[in-house]
């Protein structure tokens, strides 16, 4: 079973007032087990970014006026996320914004059909308890100390985890290590099997980004898409 964590980082809060998606980072899990497989496309909106929203995710005008725009990008999104399920933090917001962008494009919307809401399910779990990220990474032990700004990836990331415990536990479908290592070849032979080859394209990141990231792989306790199967 295919899924994908998924966040978008925005210019704002509303597509119809022309706001737009200027990242997009995605974690590839595998019978809830992280393959290793991560996304991370960072887009020029083609519009300004307001001061407002850089303070929340630090992403400038700067930084995206020489990044590729969604039209250039979005094939190797639904590549990524073909076949599988998507997990998505507070959905409705993310659902709006990505099918508003795919619209523009010409493209058919995602199913909702397919989509799991995890601030849903946090809040039938644990009603009456805060329910954001940062509030169930403290409800369930989970390091997220690097999140100085929010960040697609890092986000991404970080419900990966939520997600799995949400499900169950560390202990959800774990059994013996022997099975779980299985789990992890199989989610490694699967998603190898099923990617469309398309040619690279260079989106590298910048040193400081490179960096944070590690980073914040180093703080976390056991990390999943840093185990070896």
């Given at each position: 079973m295919k899924e994908i964590a998924l966040d978008t980082e925005t210019t704002g809060m509303d597509p119809s007032k022309g706001d737009r998606i200027i990242e997009i980072g995605a974690v590839e899990l595998f019978n809830h087990l992280p393959t290793g497989n991560t996304l991370q496309i960072y887009i020029n909106p083609e519009r300004d970014i307001p001061a407002d929203a850089t303070a929340v995710h630090g992403i400038t005008n700067e930084f995206v006026a020489d990044k590729p725009v969604f039209a250039e990008v979005y094939t190797d999104f639904l590549d990524f996320i073909e076949g599988g399920r998507l997990i998505i933090h507070n959905a409705e917001f993310d659902m709006k914004f990505l099918n508003a962008e795919?619209?523009?494009v010409g493209h058919k919307a995602l199913s909702w059909n397919n989509v799991i809401d995890t601030?849903?399910?946090?809040?039938k779990k644990y009603p009456g308890s805060p329910a954001n990220l940062d509030a169930l990474c403290r409800r369930f032990g989970i390091d997220n100390s690097s999140r100085t700004y929010h960040g697609a990836l890092l986000d991404s990331?970080?419900?990966?985890?939520?997600?799995?415990e949400l499900?169950?536990?560390?202990q959800h479908g774990l059994g013996l290590a022997a099975e779980t290592a299985k789990a992890q070849n199989e989610a490694r032979e699967v998603a190898a099997a099923s990617r469309k080859f398309r040619e690279p394209r260079a989106f590298p990141p910048s040193e400081d980004e490179l960096a944070a990231h590690e980073g914040f792989l180093e703080k976390l306790k056991e990390p999943l898409w840093k185990k070896q199967g």
């Open positions: 795919l619209a523009k601030l849903a399910i946090a809040r990331e970080l419900l990966a985890e939520v997600y799995l499900m169950g536990g560390r």
